[in-house]
């Protein structure tokens, strides 16, 4: 009976002084970098920058013939000492973090990427938030079976083995849950990127496209207006999907970034539905039914709302707008030197691609457009970098994306005067982070 609403008791809490531990600090360093006048900078500066960073040869760690390390002077571990390999011993704080106090019980729960410590696009699988209402469950694949019913001709019945000879498709899309940034409804109310922005991960996803086990089914596309997904796992998890989804590009996914689905994301089957927020990518998927209305059930009708300021719910809100966030530097880190910052961060959008990303230091007064770095995917997180040169003074570091549709990402401000303050999911407001004289950086709320 542990099916706990997101982060209900979550958004209003203040933070605790035990979010900030010392393994959150990451900090980062920089060579100075005096000439005044280079300010922010464009693309093209970049390699005169970087040619400015480094020390020149003299110390006593430099590499060289009298200054070799040890490791360099034995022999090696064995091939396969790790038959499946892991992380080097020196990024043992890259890990998912619980938030404390977030949740009544560990097993409806969340657990947050580290997204200050990514890099690309791609989330390592090991690193893919978590989200469970009941716990994760380790399935048998060779007893799983999933299930079509409803307004089809045939109502079916696969194996994993059935399902794995079918022709297949690999996409790359983004996870995210729709209650990410959820604490920052009412105020800042965590310190890091992982607590504000962690329930998003990019994966590539392989499976097979739902519209062909539909098609196999024979769904009566005269009838079927919506189908509802179920997984196999205790918290009977189910969701509504408009048909239009459906025979897009949902997928009923196996693999995950080129090995199967990991447990905790739904092994070994789960729906994969492109732009939608997380709650309708059921794990450990089971059935699907197709049917001519919604099914309300009870992740949509009381949970997974939005309280709008003039009381009324709004139900049935799928689709993950246009966000970006910077995910360095970002909140706990230090910045240790004055001069050149590779500013770097995430961006994303349900509707389609992003188009622009732009970077402010100043909280939102002047904008400049962003590197996107790698391809820009539909439906996909986008990595973008912004050459920055930190002179010392009190900074407000702000990104915002402009996607596909046109849709720009709003000011904090903008979207409460619509939403209100009411709500746990759907925050898609531009993030700020303050850089101190210090060289600390915060979250922080503007007016
Ligand atoms: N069967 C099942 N599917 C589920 C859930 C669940 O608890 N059970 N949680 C949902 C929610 S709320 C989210 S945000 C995503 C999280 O997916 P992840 O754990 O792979 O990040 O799975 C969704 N699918
Ligand atoms: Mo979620």
């Known amino acids: 009976m542990s099916d706990s609403s997101e982060h209900t008791q979550g958004h209003v809490r203040p933070a605790p002084e035990s979010f900030i531990k010392p393994d959150l600090v990451a900090s980062i360093s920089a060579h100075g970098i005096d000439d005044e006048r280079r300010g922010l900078l464009k693309g093209a500066f970049a390699s005169a920058l970087v040619a400015m960073t480094g020390k020149a040869v003299a110390g006593e760690s430099d590499p060289n013939i009298v200054n070799v390390p040890e490791w360099s002077k034995i022999l090696g571990k064995s091939v396969a ?73 045939t109502p079916m019945v696969f194996t994993m083995e059935e399902l794995m000879r079918m022709p297949s498709v690999s996409r790359m899309h983004f996870l995210e849950c729709g209650a990410n940034t959820a604490l920052e409804w009412g105020n800042s109310a965590v310190p890091t990127v992982q607590y504000t922005h962690g329930m998003l991960s990019g994966s590539e996803w392989t499976g097979v496209p739902l519209s062909l086990l539909l098609e196999r089914a024979g769904i009566d596309l005269a009838k079927a207006k919506y189908i509802l997904a179920e997984g196999a796992d205790g918290s009977s998890m189910t969701r509504t999907i408009n048909i239009e989804n459906a025979l897009d590009d949902c997928i009923v996914a196996y693999g995950q970034n080129g090995e199967m689905i990991r447990p905790e994301q739904g092994y070994p089957l789960r729906l994969v539905v492109p732009g939608v927020q997380g709650v309708s990518w059921v794990k450990w998927l089971r059935r699907i039914e197709v049917g001519d209305q919604p099914y309300a059930a009870k992740d949509e009708a009381s949970h997974y709302v939005d309280l709008m300021p003039d009381g009324m719910q709004r139900q049935y809100t799928a689709i993950q707008e246009a966000k970006s966030v910077i995910t360095s530097p970002s909140g706990g880190q230090k910045l240790m030197n004055q001069g050149y910052y590779c500013v770097t961060g995430l961006a994303w959008s349900g509707r389609g691609v992003v188009k622009k990303v732009e970077v402010s230091a100043d909280g939102g007064r002047n904008w400049h457009e962003a590197r996107i770095e790698g391809p820009a995917l539909p439906k996909m997180i986008t990595r973008f970098n912004f050459d920055w040169v930190w002179k010392g003074e009190e900074a407000l570091l702000q990104s915002r994306v402009t996607d596909s549709t046109g849709y720009v990402q709003p000011q904090r401000t903008e979207l409460i005067a619509v939403r209100g303050t009411r709500s746990i999911y759907h925050n898609n407001a531009i993030q700020t982070w303050r850089v101190n004289q210090s060289g600390e950086v915060e979250n922080v709320q503007l007016g």
């Open 81 to 153: 000492t790790n038959p499946y390999g892991l992380p080097s011993k020196y990024e043992a704080n890259i890990i998912r973090r619980q938030s404390p106090g977030l949740t009544q019980t560990d097993q409806a729960s969340v657990a947050f990427t580290p997204l200050q410590s990514m890099f690309g696009m791609i989330t390592p699988s090991g690193l893919h938030f978590e989200r469970h209402h009941q716990g994760w469950v380790d399935i048998d694949p060779s007893r799983h079976r999933f299930m079509i019913n409803g307004l089809v001709k």
